[in-house]
């Protein structure tokens, strides 16, 4: 009788033990931030028929943006504006 109720607790442990194990590997943070937001259809319609580079506008519900038709390897060019941080691949989202 001892024994099965040694049996009985041992595996009640292991059950919780792998539920909080389970929960911990469930919770880990992403090691990469979402990507950006494409750009809106206005940014891509500034760089219809610009060339890379050229300067460009649209606007957007917070106004006027302005920068320069640019895209990554691949992709469609949009105007990417003055104000995006180094790095960013998109115009704001409105």
Do not use: H, Y
């Not at 590997?25 to 891509?44: H, I, K, L, M, T």
């Not at 319609?45 to 649209?58: L, R, V």
């Amino acid at each position: 009788m001892t024994i099965s109720l040694f049996a009985r607790g041992q595996a009640g442990l292991v059950a919780i033990a792998t539920a909080l194990l389970s929960a911990c590997a469930c919770a880990q943070p992403n090691d990469r931030p979402p990507p950006p937001p494409p750009p809106p259809a206005e940014a891509f319609a500034a760089c219809k028929a610009a060339p890379a580079g050229a300067a460009c506008s649209f606007s957007a519900p917070q106004g006027m943006v302005s920068g320069s038709c640019w895209a990554p390897e691949g992709k469609p060019l949009a105007c990417k504006p003055k104000s995006a941080p180094a790095g960013a691949t998109s115009a704001p989202k409105p």
